[in-house]
């Protein structure tokens, strides 16, 4: 009981955990003229990428001035700024060619750059993915082979020190790499990885398989897979784990260093908090029937039919860190629990093997992020279950705690 | 003369190694280098862990896997001797979600690989107009989400059922995407009617047409592609759909097939690492997918461009967007015929009470996907996958040739590396 308490503390007062979606007028007024500066001093740059221009694209996809300003109000809001960066956030979005990124796929299903650059993100997300300056993709360019080896470097080359490099995928550790080379010249995906990020300025891990090394890393981890950040060290490095990672969530942060040449505020685990500091049950639409005590009991029960919590069938929104209850998927159409199919915790390191449990979680020996050991839920859950009730006041009040640190300049 | 040549954007990567005698491809293998392992991560695990982790497989038809898995353990059960009944409502919706994920693929496939690819082979250069098929591929999958929660990768199938509970507002939401792809199609990419496009009866109804498929069409023709990229002239069909039959073809003579007669070997390529198996029926090599597909249900326009040109790069391109434009309509007819009031979910045993064996067949995009699993007390003891490219895109000896092998033989390798496309390969599902 005790270690449930200070668990449950530990989840709402830990720093890395908190939001802080107001920091005052001085900090905006800053952050403004700063951000503004930065614009200012991008649109005199010419555009890297000369192919597309953003405006032309929007128009002929049919897209107006007041669709786009709608959706950049919306991108500021998710980037928890004030609704007075509206403008300088489409600015910034119509400056996106000026910043180079280049994209690796390493060992993954190229789930994320085949479904989301393609195809899944709303559509001004998906047209600002193709805007910015792509100076290399493997899979989307239309250059092959040798030629493709070549413009790599050349990017490389151009670009040095001021490219984003956006990663893919995980990287096979095992036989020396053997189970996953690349190009013509046999060449691991490490070494391949070492290569091009030695050079970038800062580097985007987009989905679970490059964040935590993902599905290829489940037990036994055959190929011995790790996430980009067990063996990039001294970079810049921001983690957007899911599976498949939000489109979102990547035009955020792009948007975000463009706007302010920064990676965004980062929990402990590198994910931008804008993204990911709120738990998936915190914002669940079937949230009150959590509270109300309302569960499906199994599947295609009334409660089922009833669009009842589904945290009785194996849902792990609340031990879960992701804004998919808010932004959802394919163009916001849906998300998995909208379906009544529990969330898997894609976007939590080891869901792989610790949440992916389809089985309803009282059967499931499993670890609350609050650490501790592992318990089933019959002994954890039903701890679970009444500290996410009191969880709210506990914010509450942590919050409260928390603004005072931070008038002192702990924070 | 050997060359070697690196093929990506494909999902993952492959390389083909060609040994080029005057001027034409004399020979080639092909390699796939790059490997997870999904078969040994499933093993002791919960077989209904694998619903969320074999969709993890491919990021393009991921919907399919879920499906093979599901099957799999449906089968499972049965062996053991529980019935599962699935209400019809069920299949349907299942089904609908798959000719989705079908139609999504083979309008990237048109887009941005096959136009693309095509557009390498004629002078002067081709504008590309890549967001298309993205375009057409979101609509899809936003039909897919309204069912499935998300695309890609989502887990809605359950054995016993779906987990979703549509209203008639969702049918209707579903069925605005459906009459947004049409329009699509008939005004982007086939520039007629879908009616009129569907009661083409021979390839001479292109004259006169001005779209991204005639285009894809006459170019094809101007290439010789009627006369290029034969592959063995047998067909394979495993996957039992509203769309699909059991059936294997040779000489144009059908028969029904098995899936237990599938036979996983060895790769040869040589002086090159790959990860890939071959599958043949038997000893032999079929050609798998949408070609035989349409051959198999006797599709008038495919059968009758079968006719003059056999299973060329022409046809298997061409069959592949009549199968498309049948899907379109196939799909507008199978949510028609969704009844909400039946059940979305019948209990079945606990999954820890089967000890059996169980096979899963479906058709995927790009052809029959096998899940083979065998679970003792709920828990995976062994699982295997068998891909569509497997069967189209092995590498085997000179003497017995896969599928591509045989129809890259003859022709030079610009024309090669264009008929391999026309089988549409994934790599990290070949692999998996």
Known sequence: MTDRIEGVKKLFTSKSARVETNRGDAHYEKLFQSCLARVEELKSQTPINKRLDISDVLETQGVNRRDFMKWASAVTGMLMLPASFTPLVADAALLMNRAPVIWLELSDCAGNSEALLRSDGPKIDEIVLDIISLEFHETLQAASGHQAEKQLEDAIHTFKDKYLLFVEGAIPMGMNGQFGTIGASGETMYDHLMRVAKHSAAIVAVGSCATFGGVPAASPNPTGAVGVMDVIKGKPLINIPACPANPANMVGVIIHYILTGQVPELDSLLRPKFAFGYRIHDNCERRAHFDAGEYVEEWGDEGAKNNFCLYKVGCKGPMTFNNCSIVRYNEGVNWPVGVGRGCIGCSEPDFWDKYAYERPMADANIKAPTGGVEKTVDEFGLGLLTAAGIGIGIHAAASIVAGKKEDRGEA | MITKQLINQIEGEATISFDIKDGVVDFATIAFPHFRGIESILKRKDALDALVITPRVCGICGHAHLMATVRAIEDAYKNAGYRVELSKKVEIIREFTLVMEIIQNHFKWIYLTIIPEISKLIKPNQKQTPLKGAYAASIASKAIAIFAGQWPHSSYMIPGGITT??????????????????????????????????????????GGLKSDISFLENNLMNLNMDKKGFAHDRFLVLGKHTFSKPLKIEQTYPTSSDVKYVNITEAYSLNQVSYAKNAQYGDIFYEAGPLSRTISNNLPIVKNIYRRSKDSAYTRVM??????????????????????????????????????????????????????????????????????????????????????????????????????????????????
Do not use: W
């Not at chain 2, 459906?178 to 496009?197: A, H, M, P, Q, Y």
């Not at chain 2, 507008?332 to 999954?351: A, G, R």
């Open chain 2, 165 to 206: 509970d549509p209203t008639n507002v969702d049918i209707l939401k579903v069925e605005s995407y459906v009459d947004e792809l049409i329009n699509f199609f008939e005004k982007e990419s086939i520039g007629i009617s879908l009616e009129t496009f569907l009661s083409f009866k021979s390839n001479k109804n292109f």
């Open chain 2, 319 to 432: 069959s592949r967007i009549f199968e498309l434009a049948t899907l379109l309509q196939h799909a507008k007819n199978l949510l028609s015929k969704i009844d909400i009031s039946q059940k979305s979910y019948t209990q079945c045993m606990d999954i820890s009470k089967i000890t059996a064996k169980g096979i899963g067949v479906v058709e995927a995009p790009r052809g029959p996907l096998l899940h083979l699993t065998d679970i003792k007390d709920g828990v995976i003891q062994e699982y295997k996958i068998v891909t569509p490219t497997q069967f189209n895109i092995g590498s085997s000896t000179k003497e017995n040739p896969t599928p591509v092998q045989q129809a890259m033989r003859g022709t030079t390798k610009e024309e090669a590396l264009f008929i391999f496309r026309t089988f549409d390969v994934c790599s990290v599902c070949t692999t998996h």
